[in-house]
């Protein structure tokens, strides 16, 4: 008898502690923040600081190739090579972001009703 009441003080002791340590990490939460929408954006901000020319340039440039507006644009690099793609309803532009040059004019295929 002597025996089994220490071993309960024991037991029920360790099954506090284990109680205890539940509630503490049941306080952190278990979602946490996803960064990656955050660090893309300084990317991009990153990439546009480098520029030498803006995306209205770019725009109006690309414009005046296509003959057409722009309906979407954003900035990225290959390389050492940072330069703007510009989408119009008929083609898409790569015009370099460092001295306004064109890349390349790439007709998109028309569409064929069937």
């Known amino acids: 008898m002597m025996h089994r009441i220490p071993m309960l003080i024991l037991g029920i002791t360790q099954f506090a502690v284990l109680e205890a340590q539940i509630v503490v990490d049941s306080s952190i939460p278990l ?22 020319i803006s995306k209205e ?12 507006k722009v309906t979407s ?25 460092l001295d306004g040059k064109k890349i390349s004019l790439k007709k998109k295929p028309k569409e064929t009703d069937k």
């Open 73 to 97: 644009q954003y900035i990225t690099h290959q390389g050492q090579l940072l330069y703007y793609v510009l989408h119009t309803p008929t083609c898409i532009v790569k015009i370099n972001a």
């Open 57 to 68: 340039e770019a725009a109006e440039k690309a414009e005046a190739l296509c003959h057409e």
């Open 31 to 52: 979602t946490s923040y996803n960064q990656k929408f955050a660090l893309k954006l300084g990317k991009k901000k990153k990439l546009q600081s480098l520029t030498k």
